[in-house]
């Protein structure tokens, strides 16, 4: 049991490391130039080099994406318990939810440069519109799916509607909420990136540009990564605060 644990525990360590090695290896073995697909090697000296440059341009797009993602958690947590208390609202808000939540969020960017200009505006509400989905989904789900059965043993012992929903439907939906920040937080970054790239004069998105205009594609790489790294720790901590808080969702994972 401890072995299978320690395993899982450093098996995406090993994965990377494995990836980090191959890569390197056919780089240098064909001769990659670094203008078409820097080698490991040739990323990592471009974050020594520019790692101060690297760290303005991260810090700037980590609390635009945080500002866009906590406006998401409010609103999809408001619009999925309205959509999922409520069988009317469910069918006329949740069709046209998902119609618009089909639509590039890309092409909204610059809609939303001519309402707010160039800045922190469009990335924080392109963050946001492409991150509330998930959770506005979750919430709703968790809501919407709960036991007819229950709900019906819980009115004859006295329960109100709001008292079911708020005591029950919503300490029930929490495993599909932490979910659903997993998911969404991941897309915020996509958001803000993508935002930055066509709307903004800082940020890793703008970095990713400027970098490539210049043919630095080891620093236009270390952008990438660097994101990567920043939605990766914000889902290991939605996925430490789940383990904490939800345990009794997880009984039979537990267990194994």
Not at 170 to 199: D, H, N, Q, W
Not at 225 to 230: I, R, T, Y
């Amino acid at each position: 049991m401890n072995h299978r644990k320690a395993v899982e525990r450093w098996a995406p360590l090993l994965l990377l490391a494995f990836i980090v090695i191959f890569w390197q290896i056919i780089c240098s073995a064909l001769n990659v130039s670094e203008f078409i697909f820097p080698s490991p090697l040739r990323i990592w000296e471009q974050t020594l080099e520019h790692k101060a440059t690297i760290a303005a341009h991260a810090w700037r797009t980590f609390w635009v994406t945080m500002a866009g993602f906590g406006i998401a958690i409010v609103v999809g947590v408001l619009l999925g318990f309205l959509i999922g208390s409520s069988r009317l609202a469910y069918a006329a808000v949740y069709p046209l939810m998902t119609a618009f939540n089909a639509l590039p969020k890309a092409a909204f960017v610059p809609v939303l440069v001519v309402w707010f200009g160039i800045g922190i505006g469009p990335a924080i509400l392109t963050a946001f519109l492409i991150s509330f989905f998930p959770i506005m989904v979750n919430i709703a789900t968790g809501l919407a799916t709960l036991e007819p059965e229950l709900e019906d043993v819980l009115r004859v012992l006295g329960a109100r509607r709001w008292d079911v929903l708020i005591k029950v439907g919503l300490p029930r939906s929490l495993p599909y909420f932490f979910g659903s920040l997993k998911v969404a937080i991941t897309l915020a970054f996509v958001g803000t990136t993508v935002s930055e790239m066509t709307a903004a004069n800082e940020g890793i998105g703008y970095l990713l540009i400027s970098a490539g205009s210049a043919m630095k594609m080891g620093l236009a790489f270390s952008g990438l990564l660097v994101v990567g790294a920043m939605a990766m720790l914000m889902y290991e901590l939605f996925s430490f605060i789940e383990k904490h808080t939800t345990a009794w969702a997880h009984r039979g994972s537990q267990n194994q």
